[in-house]
């Protein structure tokens, strides 16, 4: 990890920790964001372990109106997730960004008398837009060329777009959370790929405000042969955190994670990622 990563973890540390200190959170939303899923709108920089790369996530959901009595909320998601190469004199060109907006409905029903081991059963329906495009730092001027051009299936630059529902289905209880998703395209750019995604996940609260989280999918696969997706691959998101709560840091929680999968990334759909991670995360 190179030197950069230091005075960015610090510079992050003191504008949190004040914001932190200073108020409550101002947005909250009845279905609490997934902790491991890596496209849920959050504040993040967590810089990869094992490459010169950070993730800088900006992004937050927030519910505009709720129904307390039946239990139903609607709102609003914005995000940006980006991939940041960690150069010398505290430069960090940006190699790709996806862009996400949309909107959501929840709902959460209290288990009082059920003899399931879980206090609460909720659901989140999503309708979301998500583009994806290669910046400044996928582009070696040197070169007057795209990097890694030939590895794209459709050249660079290529458009991304998707437009997708997302139903997650949990049962949760002391802090701990179990869920099910399923995700549609209603439409999408590239056109060859499969409109169907699953998911699930677990969510563990452990001692000392820390936890254990995961998150599980089945993605399309790309197949260059047939120039379209063809069958599944299992993408894993793992992390472990500690929220700062015993030093007043309400809000924020240091987190480290491992995915290996398919690319969270849309202008790399088609390729696998695997890392590790470790950074903070702010909760609003």
């Known amino acids: 990890m190179q030197k950069s990563f230091f005075p960015v973890l610090t510079i992050l540390m003191l504008f949190f920790g004040a914001s932190s200190a200073s108020a409550e959170p101002l947005l909250r939303t009845q279905f609490a964001p997934l902790l491991a899923d890596p496209l849920e709108p959050r504040i993040a920089i967590m810089p990869r372990l094992d490459e010169e790369y950070l993730q800088l996530d900006i ?5 505009l109106f709720s129904l307390k009595n039946d239990g139903f909320a ?5 995000a940006t ?23 959501s409905c929840s ?12 206090d609460e059963l909720s659901a989140r329906l999503r309708i979301t837009h998500i583009s994806a495009h290669f910046e400044d730092g996928h582009y070696d001027e040197a070169a007057g060329k795209w990097i890694d051009e030939e590895k794209s299936p459709f050249g660079i630059p290529f458009t991304y777009s998707r437009e997708f529902i997302n139903l997650i289905l949990a ?18 750019i590239p056109d060859e790929i499969n409109r169907h995604s699953f998911q699930a996940g677990i969510e563990l609260a452990t001692p000392g405000n820390t936890y254990l989280a995961t ?26 955190g500690w929220r700062l709560a ?24 088609y390729d696998t990622d695997s890392f590790g991670s470790l950074g903070l995360i702010v909760d609003l």
């Open 246 to 269: 015993a030093v007043g840091l309400e809000n924020i929680r240091i987190a480290c994670g491992y995915s290996t999968g398919i690319s969270r990334h849309g202008m790399y759909f």
């Open 107 to 118: 709902w959460v029903q209290p288990l009082e008398n059920s003899s399931l081991p879980f």
């Open 171 to 188: 049962l949760s209880s002391d802090g701990s959370r179990f869920y099910l998703g399923y995700q549609y395209l209603i439409h999408t």
């Open 81 to 103: 997730f980006s991939l940041l190469a960690m150069e010398e004199s505290f430069k960090f060109p940006v190699d790709t960004i996806d862009y996400l907006f949309g909107i």
């Open 215 to 240: 998150d599980f999918k089945l993605l399309p696969k790309w197949d260059d042969k047939l120039n379209r997706t063809n069958g599944y691959r299992g993408t894993w998101n793992l992390q472990a």
């Open 59 to 63: 992004g937050t959901s927030a519910d």
């Open 74 to 78: 609607f709102g609003i998601d914005f």
